[in-house]
């Protein structure tokens, strides 16, 4: 395929769409007969089991798909990822997130230069700095050590650590090394998340992490800038030298900030914000919190998947598989979004921060040379733990629109609980769903079946369920550091290859940029309007009526106010 042809123009991909009819004379019901096509469709690396026997698939669709890969040079595209190459063509960067956790000794370019040493170097400096925190070596401007972290940052700078921090809490490793420690994270700009995070923290035991690879976020500077002014204004300006420390690309604006560039943690343009929970972005506040050594084990991994995608043939591939399905099930069933639903409380935050990397990456129009494309790229990801989810919005997904589902699941609890004279221990409970909701899912009810149950026949439609709806299973045997690094990665790969089969960048985020200019243009307004009573112009009737109506409404608020901090 030459770079400009759209992926939709080649024969695999016209291949594809002709045997989708084919497809749609098949159950599921029908293909779960076949235990060789079942036993085909599992695939096993490194503990992990992936069984995809569930998708809308025959051993000829995936073929069909192994093709697909080949006309969209995937191989190739993996290949020039890892080597560096500047595949983020509109930003002209390289996309190397896997040398954020390669081996100390691997040798990996960009710009002809290797990277891994530099990694490492940062690395050393978190294990350095992070143990001085957690010891009481490093302590705050009034000699009390510092107990709580409270990280700010926004999207790839959040949600990524938080999902990770939401993940160990309760490991046992994880939480007996956080004893006594807090992490918290502040995000959102609005005034609330600053209250809630600070309530019942003191600014004397607090160490404040800024996280921002461009450390130009509006809303993370304005956060930035309101705890530097909590910590200044309890304890002098000079604490901000102790109390504050910064994570970024770009260390010039950290010292402009007032951050003393010893106490940087560096990334490089090379780190995709979606991509960079395993820079210091996760790795500075999940360290203080847990310890070099848990995270590390965390990064160890991320890694192993990372020698997977490159290695493994397609066939045994997980992330490749998971990739091409997700694919097929866009681009040709046509099923525009997907759950994601882990059997783990532990990864609540999980389809949070999977949103961004995927919708982030692959929500694009145009391919990588700028072409519109004539098919629909990008899923839309939701999710929530099972069984919370059950309870939920899985009666649309059941007998409503067909939505693949990633089940994912845990052999063995962080935290088991078994109860004398129970049937099952509790985590066999929550795993009786894992196993039971793909197969309702495939299998649905049908009308005789009902008969036969002599349901009354006005019951009769409303309680079938046709079944034929796609999922993957995907087992992991624990949830400790590292299987959360491999669970992490996958995704990752997940979604990065994707994009490589639509031939789409996944690694720029242009879409978020209009929204912004847009907000400046209010912003600018809101301050001419507060503080010299300026008209509202330039705006539509809509945006006019309704800032109006703010302003006319918020008339209390001081033109120029002294500093208030939140009161609760
Ligand atoms: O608005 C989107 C975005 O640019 C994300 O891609 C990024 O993760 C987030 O904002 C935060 O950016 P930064 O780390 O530069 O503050």
């Not at 639509?502 to 690694?507: D, E, L, P, Q």
Request: proline share 5%.
């Amino acid at each position: 395929m030459a770079s400009s042809e759209l992926i939709s123009d080649t024969e695999q991909w016209k291949e594809l769409k002709a045997h989708v009819g084919d497809i749609k004379k098949t159950h599921l019901r029908d293909l779960l007969r076949d235990d060789a096509r079942s036993r085909a469709m599992m695939v096993e690396f490194d503990g992990i089991l992936l069984d995809y026997s569930r998708q809308q698939a025959t051993l000829e669709t995936v073929g069909k798909l192994f093709k697909l890969a080949e006309a969209a040079s995937l191989k190739q595209k993996i290949d020039r990822m890892y080597n560096g190459e500047h595949i983020n063509s509109t930003e002209d960067r390289s996309v190397l997130h896997v040398a954020l956790r390669a081996p100390r000794d691997a040798v990996i370019q960009s710009d002809g230069k290797n990277v891994v040493p530099n990694v490492w170097k940062v690395l050393d400096k978190i294990k350095e700095f992070s143990e001085k925190v957690r010891s009481g070596s490093w302590v705050g401007a009034t000699g009390k050590q510092l107990k709580d972290v409270v990280a700010i940052g926004i999207g790839g700078s959040f949600l990524g650590p938080l999902f990770v921090h939401t993940a160990l809490q309760t490991d046992p490793e994880a939480a007996e090394s956080s004893r006594g420690r807090q992490l918290r994270f502040l995000a959102n700009v609005d005034p609330i998340d600053v209250a809630r995070n600070i309530t019942g923290l003191n600014p004397e035991t607090t160490l404040v992490v800024v996280v921002s690879k461009t450390f130009t976020t509006a809303e993370t500077m304005l956060n930035a800038r309101t705890l530097r002014e909590w910590i200044s204004s309890a304890l002098g300006p000079s604490a901000v030298a102790k109390h504050m420390v910064a994570v970024s690309t770009n260390l010039t604006l950290v010292e402009k900030f007032g951050i003393d560039p010893n106490n940087a943690f560096a990334f490089w343009d090379w780190v995709g914000g979606r991509y960079s929970v395993c820079s210091a972005v996760g790795v500075l506040p999940l360290s203080l919190q847990y310890g070099f050594p848990v995270i590390e084990k965390f990064l160890k991994g991320a890694s192993s998947i990372d020698q997977h995608v490159r290695s493994e043939p397609f066939e045994r591939n997980i992330p490749v598989l998971l990739g091409l399905f997700s694919v097929w099930n866009v681009s040709f069933l046509g099923y525009p979004a997907r759950a994601i639903l882990p059997y783990s409380q532990a990864l609540e935050k999980f389809a949070p921060h999977i949103q961004q990397v995927s919708m982030e990456s692959n929500g694009k129009g145009v391919s990588i040379d700028g072409v519109p494309l004539p098919f629909e790229a990008g899923e839309i990801d939701f999710g929530e733990p099972g069984t919370n989810g059950q309870h939920s919005f899985y009666q649309l997904i059941h007998q409503g629109r067909v939505i693949p589902c990633d089940f994912i699941g845990v052999v063995k609890s962080q935290q088991p609980v078994y109860l004398k004279g129970e049937v099952v221990s509790n985590h066999d409970e929550l795993m009786s769903n894992f196993f039971a909701q793909p197969d309702a899912l495939a299998y649905g009810k049908t009308p005789e079946q009902l008969q036969k149950e002599n349901v009354p026949p006005h019951l009769v439609a409303h309680k079938t369920f046709t079944g034929n709806r796609p999922s993957v299973s995907i087992l992991l045997p624990s949830l400790n550091a590292y299987n959360i690094g491999q669970l992490l990665a996958i995704y990752e790969h997940r979604v990065a290859v994707q994009g490589f089969i639509w031939n789409i960048n996944s690694f720029d985020q242009w879409g978020v940029e209009l929204g912004k200019s847009l907000a400046t243009q209010v912003r600018k307004q809101l301050n001419a309007s507060r503080t010299k009573k300026e008209q509202i112009q330039g705006f539509n009737f809509s945006t006019t009526s309704l800032l109006t109506r703010y302003l006319q409404a918020s008339a209390d608020v001081p033109a120029d106010p002294p500093t208030r901090l939140p009161q609760i």
